[in-house]
């Protein structure tokens, strides 16, 4: 069974850090492009971070120079290391493998950007 489970979400003042992480299983994670989405209430889900699988790596330019993603094979594991947050980072964010046809989501992991 494919599971793609986020974690790492909360509340965080402006300026904070946050690291959300998104732990694949049930499909051979190493060869899928995976990518983080948000979606803030009322508006569309919108791509905020791709990595290849090798190693190729895309950001929003929302987030160029604040956020970083990664990925650690070994463990299945996709990371999303978010710093200088701002309150317009709030969302739930998703996480996302893809090869080809095959496409996974996550269940989503909230971010709060709140004083």
């Known amino acids: 069974q494919v599971q793609l489970v986020e974690s790492g979400g909360g509340l965080v003042q402006p300026g904070g850090s946050l690291r959300l992480s998104c732990a694949g299983s049930?499909?051979?994670?190493?060869?899928?492009?995976m990518r983080w989405y948000r979606q803030a209430p009322g508006k569309e889900r919108d791509l905020v971070a791709f990595?290849?699988?090798?190693?190729?790596?895309n950001y929003a330019d929302s987030v160029k120079g604040r956020f970083t993603i990664s990925r650690d094979n070994g463990k299945n594991t996709v990371y999303l290391q978010m710093n200088s947050l701002k309150p317009e980072d709030t969302a739930v964010y998703y996480c996302?493998?893809?090869?080809?046809?095959?496409?996974?989501w996550g269940q989503g992991t909230q971010v709060i950007v709140s004083p």
């Open positions: 990595i290849s699988a090798g190693g190729s790596i």
């Open positions: 996302n493998a893809q090869f080809y046809s095959h496409v996974y």
């Open positions: 049930g499909f051979s994670f190493s060869i899928y492009a």
